[in-house]
């Protein structure tokens, strides 16, 4: 399962096969991409509700919210526009919703679940079911029960689709639901509301409760699956399957049912046994790629250079079957492993003649963040290396920033006699827009330019220190970004058309694209697919470039991944670090800052730093800091 791989929406290809994963305590499938979980999800329900029908019976599923499942019911939804899936003889209990929760809430799950299925398919609206955030607290424990009531009267649910928290969680059953709960009001644990912050705009805006069905309800449904997408969750999905049932992880009692699957993509499975370290789960095909990341893991392991790597450390260390599959000394696989890491060392990664370059950068600060010291040294070489910030950023800025540069731009046309009564009528809007606001909505159009607009002149000073010129970036704006919300659309035909159309410009030599590929409907991994699509457009005009992929602030490709090495000395750290400043509304405290609390600088330094430290630890040559990429090439 290759980490360089990008994924493209294609809901029409054949029925994907799933890998299943030995060595865990539940039935668990792995697919290569997240699409390939929401076919075959999707198809596993299609098949009950006609299996159902046919038997004039009705089919009952229990459903989820969140980004998880989206592509799940994308998907139902193709089946019913362009197969014909029937969803008459269905009936829907979902989860979960906050309280207090207006249903018609940008944060309802209420209106996720109507504007995200129900209102595309043909479901009868009085079989849907979704918790009540509206319930008054007096009333909420009668309610729970009758919600439990109408799933026994139901007939039980046939199908329960679930999630998995950062937490463990199934449904808002935090650590310590006892396996005996049912639907019942919930106090929310600190680190749910902090991954739904940015939903939110803000941790502050989370709701403290949510009602939700309990771990007993959940245990009752005759088949359960649970989906994991994204390498954010790969540490959660390996205590759900492999460790001990705990109350403190809900989601391991699904050990326990009869009927239960776990459902997860390539990254989502990277930290489980047989995946990570599948020699110690049992015989491997070993491929180049396994060969070199056993023997790196070998080398820290046992804490020696690789050189000096000895074959009772092979022998040891359940690395037999490695020296009998590859039948070659030792030394031999080690020098191979070694020559290769040393082989992608580059001090020149634009080569020795001048060419066009470009770095795609999904968010204004996403170049400076991840590659920074590759943009400099590209600059500094002589390359004619280009930006390409493909969304505006602007719901990632604090209102605070925007009233500030409202305010400059204000006192700036009183100072210079500028100020006329359109401006002053203009400006009393806009503070308005701000201050009267409700906590956790979208911006007004106007303020969501402004916040757009500083994220774009943080951009260029940013870029300018990096040495690429204002005249060398370009700000795409990309039509799936612009919903004003958290959420955005898929990527359509004029997202893509807007990358191609750079490419037919430039007709660049070498292209870096963000390969932080974690979250299934995130903007880095959108974003991908449209440069993805966008090359295969272009491929066919006769224009081809290299590929390369980098990670951002969140994490660094393992060393068995990395391709290609950069060097960076101490003087482009320092520059790089400039360049990430002058990103000021994402500095001291980011909007979205993920479950990391350190700042953007500190996280890309620690990375590369750390990166550095890996290659010296391993017996390579010593640097100050490191930046690794992968090389794309086509594997979809």
């Known amino acids: 399962m290759s980490q360089s791989t990008i994924p493209t929406s294609d809901s029409s290809q054949t029925a994907p096969q799933p890998r299943r994963i030995h060595h865990t305590k539940m039935p668990t499938l792995a697919f290569e991409l997240s699409e390939e979980v929401d076919r075959y999800v999707a198809g596993q329900i299609a098949t009950l509700i006609r299996e159902k029908k046919g038997a004039g019976q009705n089919a009952v599923l229990g459903l989820a919210t969140g980004s998880t499942p989206i592509g799940v019911y994308r998907e139902l939804i193709r089946l019913h526009e362009e197969e014909g899936l029937d969803f008459t003889n269905v009936l829907t209990f979902n989860l979960d919703e906050y309280w207090p929760m207006e249903p018609d809430s940008i944060h309802s799950y209420n209106r996720f679940m ?31 029960d009758d919600y439990e009531r109408k799933i026994q009267e139901a007939g039980g649910l046939d199908i329960q689709l679930l999630g998995i928290g950062r937490t463990g969680h199934i449904g808002f059953n935090e650590p310590g639901s006892s396996r005996n709960s049912t639907t019942r009001l919930v106090a929310l644990d600190p680190k749910t509301r902090k991954d739904a912050a940015g939903e939110f705009y803000g941790e502050e805006n989370v709701p403290m409760q949510a009602v939700t069905m309990g771990v007993n309800t959940i245990m009752n449904a005759r088949q359960i699956i649970m989906l994991a997408l994204g390498e954010h969750k790969s540490k959660i999905t390996r205590i759900a399957v492999e460790d001990e049932v705990t109350d403190q992880v809900p989601s391991t009692f699904l050990q326990k049912h009869p009927n239960s699957m776990f459902v997860i993509d390539s990254a989502a499975a990277s930290q489980l046994t047989a995946v990570r370290i599948p020699w110690m789960a049992g015989l491997v095909e070993w491929t180049p790629l396994l060969v070199k990341k056993a023997v790196i893991w070998l080398s820290q392991r046992v804490k020696k250079p690789l050189l000096k790597l000895e074959e009772a450390d092979f022998m040891e260390n359940h690395l037999i079957n490695l020296l009998r599959a590859c039948n070659k000394s030792c030394e031999e696989i080690v020098h191979e492993v070694f020559l290769d890491m040393q082989s992608g060392i580059c001090n020149k990664p634009g080569g020795d003649k001048p060419i066009t370059a470009i770095c795609f950068s999904p968010h204004p600060d996403d170049d400076v963040i991840s590659m920074g010291g590759t943009l400099i040294t590209l600059a500094d070489q002589g390359h004619d290396m280009h930006i ?4 505006s950023g602007n719901i990632a800025v604090f209102d605070e920033d925007a009233s500030r540069h409202t305010k400059f731009v204000n006192q700036f046309l009183e100072l210079f006699k500028l100020d006329s009564g359109e401006t002053a009528q203009l400006y009393k809007k806009l503070m308005s ?42 700000f795409l704006d990309m039509p799936f970004y612009q919903t004003g919300d958290v959420k955005k659309n898929p990527i359509g035909e004029a997202d893509v058309e807007i990358v191609a159309n750079l490419l037919r410009e430039l007709k660049p030599d070498q292209i870096y694209v963000a390969g932080d590929l974690s979250d299934p409907h995130g903007t880095h991994r959108v974003c991908a697919q449209a440069i993805i699509k966008a090359l295969d457009v272009v491929k066919a005009e006769g224009i081809e470039t290299e590929v390369w992929l980098y990670r951002g602030a969140w994490e660094e490709y393992e060393p068995h991944e990395i391709e290609r090495a950069v060097p960076l000395s101490p003087a482009v750290v320092h520059r790089k670090r400039t360049a990430i400043f002058a990103h000021e509304s994402q500095k001291d405290q980011a909007l979205f800052p993920g479950s990391d609390a350190r700042e953007f600088w500190v996280r890309a330094e620690d990375r590369t730093t750390s990166t550095a430290r890996v290659y010296d630890e391993l017996g390579l040559p010593e640097f100050y800091a490191l930046e690794g990429f992968v090389q794309y090439r086509g594997q979809l």
Request: proline letters at 8%.
């Open 114 to 144: 109507w504007e995200n299925l129900f209102h595309h398919i043909n479901i009868p609206k009085e079989n849907v079911h979704i918790p009540d955030g509206t319930v008054p607290l007096a009333k909420v424990e009668a309610w729970c």
């Open 388 to 391: 390409a910030y493909m969304t």
């Open 433 to 474: 827009d701000l201050e009267e606001k409700i906590a956790g909505e979208p911006d007004s159009p106007e303020i969501q330019s402004i916040k757009g607009l500083i994220r774009k002149t943080e951009a260029a000073a940013g870029a300018i220190q990096a040495g690429v010129p204002e005249s060398k970036l370009h």
